[in-house]
Every structure is written in structure tokens, then in C-alpha cells.
């Protein structure tokens, strides 16, 4: 259990907004850690079912609430800077509500962001998949992230490309201070994303990986939120979106249409034909599971996933039209907007409310 001095080793700070199903799981697996001298914040933004109440059931947990963020400023950037100001820990630990930490994880993510020597450490959860609808999406969304943020590339200094997981995103506080905390990217929608961008432009070691052994998570516990939180935030992760669900629509069509031709064919006995084209779509499919092999899931997401390229496909072109046509998307009852900064935005970082001070 933590120990509740003023100056722990790291902080553990948990935004959340009406997370009553999950947060006192992740409050488990939290308190329960050890090897490490380490203190818990819950930040309550705004919730109007049992969060704070559960969150606040736990013995050592602080819980504070969030003020309602100015236009312009996202609810989470907001709730996570109130919290992180005055820390006195050498870490902070940036998490979700609806993680799970498994035993020992906290201690092992600080040892190897010190050895490793790196100011930002951020592990992509394993994903914990439960209805069709996420057997079927999950796969394919994280084998194209895969594809396109390479560990390889995000890792190395000379590269710019980066990628970071707000579900768990360790910092070197002094270091986060210093270049401006989540202030300096409380306008994105993609903060976590943003704020590995100001590390990595400011020269700083940035390490992030597959976090299984270390980290899980149910993302989304409805199909109505899964949708939301990826029409939030796809046009922003991949490039090139419309083209993207061009291409998916297209790997489904070929593998599901080879196949259901091959069987016309067969049955009315042209074997020659019938047969080509199930070979075809086999060679497709198995260039398709190689891909999504990659995203580690099970081998019943895995085969599942094929049923998931329309709705990928259709998700995509959706948070397009919501973010590039619309100018705007929704998450948890309020609205972002793809723009820069508002007036009131700016002269609420420049009056201090989103200022962090050591």
C-alpha cells in the first residue's frame, strides 16, 4: 500500500468521468502494488453516478474533483494538470480508469524507465475483448496503428514519428514541468500523442511499447461508446482516412467475395474456376491474419477480425465527416472541436489555471 508522504517516488493520477464500472477494479490492482513508495489521486470530472463515491471507498486514495474546463480545453488535459501541480514525486503515472495494473507493474514500468534512462514512458495496453463487435474491430484498429506508429521508428531519437497510450504514460516530473505538462497540449484531442511530440521535440528520451504483462484494459464497455471514442479519434491517428477505408472495404470484398464465387462456381461445377478463387481469397486472408497477428490478440479475435475491415472502414469515414466536414466530435457528453485554440482557451493558460508551477 502507499505510504502517504508528502514526497513518494510516483504519483498515480486517475482522471475520471462516470467510470463506476470499472474504476474500483482498477483501485484494486492499484493499491494492491508493491516495491515502491507511491500515493494514488483520483480526479472526479464531473460524474454523476457512483465514481467518487467507489473511488473514495478506498483507504490512501485522494480524491479531488475538476473544475469544468474552459471552452476550448480538454476535460481530461484539465482534470489531469489539477492534479499534477504541487506533486513532489520524482514520477508521474498518467492512467485510465479502466485499466488494470498487474502485480508488481508499477515498480517494474519506473525500473525500466530508469534503465532505459528515459523522461517518458508509455506501454499500450493489453486489450480485453468480451462482445463480437469488439472481437471483430479491436484487431484490426490495433494492427493498423502497428503498421503505422513501428516501435522501431517511434523509439529512435532521429525519427519523427511518435506515439504514446494515455492509459498508462509514466513522466519524469521535473522534466514534464519543465517543457509545460499537459497545459501545453490542453486544445488536443489526442493529448497523449501530443504530449510524446513535446518530449521528443524537446529532445528527450521517449520509450513506448506493447505493454502486456504489465497493463490491461476494456476500452469500451458498450458498443455505443466504441463507436464514440473512435469517431473521436481515428481521423487523427491514421492518415489518409478515406483512403484507408477504401482499402479495407476492398481486402473485404476480395477475401469474402473470392470465396462466395469460388462456391457459386463450384456448385454449378466448374471446378477449375471454383477452386482458383477460394485459393485467391486464401492467400488474401492469410496475408490479412499476418497483419493482425501482429496487434496481440487471441486467435478468436484473430479469425473474428476478418468481419471487422466494414466496420473499421465504416468508422473511418465517420470520424472524417465528424472531424474534417463537421469541425467537431463528442465524448462523454461534451463537444471538441478540431481547431486552434480559442481566445478564452488562451487566456486561461495565460491567467495560470492550466499553468504547472514546481
Known amino acids: 500500500m502507499n505510504s502517504g508522504r508528502q514526497n513518494p517516488y510516483i504519483q498515480v493520477i486517475v482522471p475520471a468521468r462516470n467510470e463506476q464500472e470499472c474504476i474500483g477494479r482498477c483501485l484494486q490492482s492499484l493499491t494492491g502494488q508493491q516495491g515502491i513508495d507511491f500515493q494514488i489521486t483520483v480526479v472526479d470530472d464531473g460524474s454523476t453516478d457512483q465514481t467518487r463515491s467507489i473511488a473514495e471507498s478506498f483507504a490512501g486514495v485522494s480524491v479531488i474533483s475538476s473544475r469544468e474546463p474552459a471552452p476550448g480545453i480538454s476535460g481530461k488535459c484539465n482534470a489531469l494538470i489539477m492534479a499534477a501541480v504541487g506533486s513532489r514525486a520524482r514520477w508521474l503515472l498518467f492512467t485510465d480508469a479502466d485499466t488494470f495494473h498487474l502485480p508488481g507493474s508499477l515498480a517494474a514500468a519506473v525500473a525500466e524507465a530508469e534503465e532505459r534512462n528515459v523522461d517518458l514512458l508509455s506501454y499500450s495496453p493489453e486489450q480485453e475483448v468480451v462482445t463480437w463487435s469488439e472481437y471483430a474491430l479491436m484487431p484490426v484498429v490495433f494492427a493498423d496503428l502497428t503498421r503505422t506508429y513501428p516501435t522501431e521508428a517511434v523509439n529512435d531519437p532521429a525519427s519523427p514519428v511518435v506515439a504514446a497510450n494515455g492509459q498508462y504514460l509514466l513522466v519524469r516530473r521535473e522534466v514534464y514541468e519543465q517543457l509545460g505538462g499537459h497545459a501545453a497540449v490542453a486544445t488536443c ?114 479469425f473474428m477480425a476478418i468481419f471487422g475491415l466494414p466496420l473499421f472502414a465504416v468508422l473511418l469515414l465517420r470520424s472524417y465527416l465528424h472531424a474534417m466536414i463537421r469541425g467537431a466530435v463528442t465524448w462523454k457528453g461534451r463537444r471538441y472541436t478540431h481547431s486552434e485554440p480559442t481566445a478564452v482557451a488562451k487566456a486561461s493558460m495565460q491567467e495560470g489555471n492550466f499553468i504547472i508551477k514546481g
Not at 469500451?220 to 487523427?236: D, H, I, P, Q
Not at 456448385?267 to 497477428?293: D, E, K, N, S
Open 189 to 302: 484531442v489526442l493529448e497523449d500523442v501530443e504530449i510524446a511530440r513535446l518530449f521528443k521535440n524537446a529532445g528527450r528520451r521517449t520509450w513506448f511499447r506493447y505493454g502486456g504483462g504489465i497493463v490491461r484494459t476494456r476500452m469500451y464497455r458498450s458498443f455505443s461508446a466504441m463507436v464514440e471514442g473512435w469517431t473521436k479519434n481515428l481521423t487523427l491517428l491514421f492518415h489518409h482516412t478515406v483512403l484507408l477505408a477504401i482499402i479495407r472495404l476492398l481486402e473485404f470484398g476480395i477475401i469474402t467475395g473470392a470465396l462466395i464465387a469460388g462456391a457459386i462456381l463450384l456448385t454449378v461445377h466448374h471446378p477449375q474456376a471454383g477452386w482458383a478463387l477460394p485459393a485467391a481469397a486464401g492467400v488474401f486472408y492469410f496475408r490479412f491474419l499476418l497483419r493482425i497477428r501482429a496487434a496481440h490478440f487471441s486467435w478468436r479475435a484473430n
